[in-house]
């Protein structure tokens, strides 16, 4: 029986069983551990290079208050691009296709910051819904606006993530199919395909670092206008 495109984008199961938590928990067996020794390798090196670098560049912007949220930040940067490059591999299932697992990341962190915002600067916060110096006609359209947008923004974060990767997905797999069935009569063109397909391939690996980098960056922006 024939698959179809969107075949791929559903969990894996075993008798019964869903897989989707393998395929969340498996990435982070691949990251070592720091050792109790002085000096550690390259590896353990870069690594903490990585995630001292990300770390500066995303919180440069926020006040100490805004500090405490490094280390949720950071292991959530590691988690998104770690599922997102592992996907790209053969025979393997993309956690972050799944806009029910987008949205289950996207709705804790945007509402923690709407609450922290609430109860640090509940004036502030507010004051966000209606911009300084609205003519008085405007004022309930603007507020009404200004509300469904600060709800949409959730939504936003998790559909961005779905849509992108998603898109890639297909686009890869459609590319790949071509080239099967035209590898037997047009020999040359699936030769120009495939190496469309390649840089295809490499497009998808950036759009896997840079959706996982927006993600956080989304939230750490939200996180900023709050405290």
């Given at each position: ?30 990251y ?12 353990i ?48 299932f ?51 606006i ?70 956080v ?11």
């Amino acid at each position: 029986m024939a698959l179809g495109f969107f075949d791929q984008f559903l969990s894996p199961t075993h008798l019964g069983i869903p897989l989707i938590l393998i395929a969340m928990v498996f990435p982070w067996i691949l990251y070592p551990a720091p050792s109790n020794r002085w000096l550690n390798n390259r590896l353990i090196t870069l690594q903490g290079q990585f995630f001292n670098r990300f770390t500066q560049q995303l919180f440069l912007p926020l006040n100490q208050g805004g500090h405490k949220w490094a280390l949720i930040m950071t292991s959530l940067m590691v988690f998104l691009l770690s599922i997102n490059l592992l996907g790209l591999l053969p025979y393997t299932f993309t956690p972050t296709t799944q806009l029910s697992l987008n949205m289950g990341l996207a709705v804790p962190f945007w509402l923690a910051t709407v609450i922290i915002g609430m109860r640090n600067q509940p004036t502030a916060a507010l004051g966000h819904l209606l911009p300084e110096g609205t003519p008085t006609p405007l004022i309930p359209v603007l507020i009404i606006i200004e509300t469904i947008s600060l709800f949409i923004r959730p939504i936003a974060l998790g559909v961005r993530l779905t849509a992108n990767l998603t898109a890639g997905h297909l686009l890869i797999q459609l590319i790949a199919t071509a080239i099967f069935v035209l590898t037997p009569t047009m020999t040359t063109v699936s030769l120009l395909i495939f190496t469309v397909l390649l840089l295809l391939t490499l497009l998808e690996i950036a759009v896997a670092m840079i959706q996982a980098y927006v993600f956080v960056l989304l939230v750490s922006l939200y996180l900023q206008e709050n405290i």
